[in-house]
């Protein structure tokens, strides 16, 4: 799994999957390998490489030979979509979210569908929710309205083609 969505990492070692590789925002490069420290124990002996957040280097993707190109705490378009699907199975943002809106729990929600964990995180999501300080948020931002960019008229589609893909 190639995580190039700037928190899908996050979503995919909450589920017990490492990425090969993952995107880290200028905002987390100073932590070892991308990751925040609260998630550091679940890279285990793991050293995912650190690909930059500007330009997709598709051909670095694809000498990582991914299972699985998550972006779905992204920006892509539809043409770094269709690029990046005939590498790997892709999911990429929702039309229903603008791009790097997609709510902590709806993310989490279609990572675990791709990687074949939708129980998982539902439990996850539900002990989140039902253990943080901030649980009332939490809640009302995944619950939040969706809200769309003018980016959002050529949006791409939530997953390619592949059997046992999100709908």
Request: charged share 20%; net charge negative; glycine share 8%.
């Amino acid at each position: 799994m190639v995580t190039l969505g700037l928190v899908d990492h996050d979503a995919g070692l909450a589920l017990g999957v490492v990425p090969v590789a993952l995107t880290a925002g200028e905002y987390s490069t100073g932590n070892p390998y991308g990751v925040w420290p609260w998630a550091q124990d679940r890279l285990g002996a793991a050293t995912p490489q650190v690909l930059p957040d500007t330009e997709i280097n598709f051909e670095r993707v694809a000498a990582l030979q991914p299972d699985l190109i998550l972006a779905v705490y992204s920006g892509i378009g539809r043409s770094d979509f269709d690029t990046l699907s005939k590498i790997a199975p892709t999911v990429a943002q929702s039309g229903q979210w603008g791009d790097y809106q997609t709510p902590w729990s709806e993310m989490t929600r279609m990572i675990g569908a791709a990687l074949g964990r939708s129980d998982q995180a539902e439990a996850t999501i539900a002990a989140v929710e039902q253990n943080s300080p901030r649980r009332e948020l939490l809640i009302r931002s995944s619950r939040a309205r969706p809200r769309c960019t003018r980016a959002c008229s050529n949006r791409v589609p939530t997953t390619s083609s592949w059997p046992g893909a999100p709908a």
